[in-house]
């Protein structure tokens, strides 16, 4: 049996059953130990499987565990870029609140110890904040969902009725000149929808990939919007049928301003 065929062979065996060990494996293939380590080594950088202690589990496994984690790995080097721009945006003595989205997590992390109160949706802005002396952390509490660690549903909604902030940092999953700004939970959009409602400023935290999308869930016009804060990769293109808009652009690179 080619190398090839092996893999291919093991991977869809793994994967079918969930999981292998290397002994078993062995047997199977009539190769030694030593080579099906290798195998399932390589088999794993193709993202084929996972190895597991002494043996292999299927990639589908997985999958359950990664929705915390897969949002965090995407774009990386983009949600970062916004969120620095975004954490410029904050002056000492702001009131204001942060989704539960991955960029408004890594604004949270690098936002300085400064007099603030930050109304979040979000566990894990919540923990970030918690160290830091001059920051006053607000939770607004709900339905916990596990895959965001987020709070949600009329709770959350409630609660965010009762405030009142200067400034709004939401992220959405589409961008649309025409349909406003979307997100593929609903639960979420209502959320962003009305944190944006409370907030004197909107901030839209969008990368490039966002731009002309449309997502499951409405979250609000693009009049609701006064800034989006993107990063250096989206393009005059993309940029250009929000300009009807009397909304301002913040980019790293260039700052563009409607």
Same mark, same amino acid.
């Given at each position: *049996?080619?190398?090839?065929?092996?893999?291919?062979? *093991?991977?869809?065996?793994?994967?079918?059953?969930? @999981?292998?060990?290397? =002994?078993?494996?062995?047997?199977?293939?009539?190769?030694?130990?030593?080579?099906?380590?290798?195998?399932?080594?390589?088999?794993?950088?193709?993202?084929?499987?996972?190895?597991?202690?002494?043996?292999?589990?299927? !990639?589908k496994?997985?999958?359950?565990?990664?929705?915390?984690?897969?949002?965090?790995?995407?774009?990386?080097?983009?949600? *970062?870029? !916004?969120?620095?721009?975004?954490?410029?945006?904050?002056? @000492?003595?702001?009131? /204001?609140?942060?989704?539960?989205?991955?960029?408004?997590?890594?604004?949270?992390? #690098?936002?300085?110890?400064?007099?603030?109160?930050?109304?979040?949706? @979000?566990?894990?802005?919540?923990?970030?904040?918690?160290?830091?002396?001059? #920051?006053? !952390? /607000? =939770?607004?509490?709900?339905?916990?969902?596990?895959?965001s660690?987020?709070?949600?549903?009329?709770?959350?909604?409630?609660?965010?009725?009762?405030?009142?902030?200067?400034?709004?940092?939401?992220?959405?999953?589409? #961008?649309?000149?025409?349909?406003?700004?979307?997100?593929?939970?609903?639960m %979420?959009?209502?959320?962003?929808?009305?944190? =944006?409602?409370?907030?004197?400023?909107?901030?839209?935290?969008?990368?490039?990939?966002?731009?002309?999308?449309?997502?499951? =869930?409405?979250?609000?016009? *693009?009049?609701? #919007?006064?800034? /989006?804060?993107?990063?250096?990769?989206?393009s005059?293109?993309?940029?250009?049928?929000f300009?009807?808009y009397?909304?301002?652009v913040? %980019?790293?690179?260039?700052?563009h301003?409607?």
């Amino acid at each position: *049996m080619l190398v090839a065929e092996r893999h291919k062979k *093991m991977a869809s065996l793994v994967n079918e059953r969930g @999981s292998s060990r290397v =002994s078993e494996l062995s047997r199977i293939f009539k190769v030694t130990e030593e080579t099906i380590r290798r195998d399932l080594e390589k088999l794993e950088t193709e993202g084929k499987l996972k190895r597991s202690h002494g043996g292999a589990v299927s !990639v589908k496994e997985n999958e359950l565990e990664a929705s915390y984690s897969e949002r965090e790995i995407r774009n990386v080097q983009e949600k *970062m870029a !916004v969120a620095e721009e975004a954490v410029k945006l904050v002056s @000492s003595n702001d009131r /204001i609140v942060l989704d539960a989205s991955t960029t408004a997590w890594y604004m949270a992390k #690098i936002l300085p110890d400064m007099p603030l109160t930050v109304v979040t949706n @979000s566990l894990k802005v919540a923990m970030e904040l918690a160290a830091r002396n001059n #920051i006053t !952390v /607000i =939770s607004a509490g709900g339905t916990l969902v596990r895959k965001s660690l987020s709070f949600v549903g009329p709770q959350t909604t409630n609660a965010l009725d009762s405030y009142h902030v200067n400034k709004a940092f939401i992220s959405c999953q589409g #961008i649309h000149s025409v349909r406003g700004i979307s997100d593929s939970s609903e639960m %979420q959009a209502l959320v962003k929808k009305k944190m =944006s409602e409370i907030a004197d400023e909107v901030y839209l935290l969008a990368d490039h990939t966002k731009f002309g999308l449309q997502a499951f =869930s409405w979250i609000a016009p *693009m009049q609701a #919007i006064d800034f /989006i804060v993107t990063d250096a990769k989206t393009s005059e293109a993309q940029l250009k049928d929000f300009r009807d808009y009397p909304v301002s652009v913040i %980019q790293p690179s260039a700052h563009h301003s409607g």
